[in-house]
Structures are given as C-alpha cells and as structure tokens.
C-alpha cells in the first residue's frame, strides 16, 4: 500500500500564497500519478490539478488554471500544490492522492491522505 500525508494548509487572505505538500511512502512512488482535490462544507469532493509519473503532464481544473501549480520530486517522494492568488472560493479541505492514471476522476485514485484545510479570508 502507498501511505499519504498532506500538509501545509492554513489561514490566509485574498490573494496570498500557499504552498501544500504530500509526502509518500513506498518504494514505488514514482509510478504513480498523484493528484489534489478538495472538499468544502455541504459539497462533493472535486478535482484541483494532477500529474502523471513523470511530471511531463498536468490537467487543472478551470477554477484554478494559472493560479495553482502541481509539481513533483520524486526523488524526495513528494507532490506539491503552489497556490497562488487565493481566493475565498478556495477555501477547503484539500486532499493528495495516489492513482494509475493522472485523470479528473477522484474515483480512479486508491490512496488518499487525510486532508489538509486551507480557509482564504474574504
């Protein structure tokens, strides 16, 4: 199994900066495409961006296309999510994920961490 731990989350004002981690365990990280999504109160969870193994392709979600960033170090074991220009509308529970393919669909990802809450003041 891929054991996740996502971090990084906070409280901040319109227009700051976060930077989110995800660090994994196991030996074959670098096979898996990793993603971020995010659930707010009283909604479905919904996808922010993924990245396939190698890094050479990403997908955001049109709510954050040019203002969030997924990346990855495989070396380290670590996907990330730069997010700038926050918005109120970004705030929520965000969650890294683990799956075979980097797709929108949060059920085509088996492994999740336990969430990180990041709230944008208005």
């Known amino acids: 199994q891929v054991e996740l731990v996502d971090s990084g989350g906070g409280l901040v004002q319109t227009g700051d900066s976060l930077r989110l981690s995800c660090a994994a365990s196991?030996?074959?990280?670098?096979?898996?495409?990793m993603g971020w999504f995010r659930q707010a109160p009283g909604k479905e969870r919904q996808f922010v961006a993924t990245i396939n193994w190698n890094g050479r392709n990403t997908v955001y979600a049109d709510s954050v296309k040019g203002r969030f960033t997924i990346s990855r170090d495989n070396a380290k074991n670590t996907v990330y999510l730069q997010m700038n220009s926050l918005k109120p509308e970004d705030t929520a529970v965000y969650y890294c994920?683990?799956?075979?393919?980097?797709?929108?669909?949060?059920?085509?990802?088996?492994?999740w961490g336990q969430g990180t809450q990041v709230t944008v003041s208005s």
């Open positions: 994920a683990a799956g075979r393919y980097a797709v929108t669909a949060r059920t085509a990802y088996g492994y």
């Open positions: 196991g030996r074959t990280f670098s096979s898996y495409a």
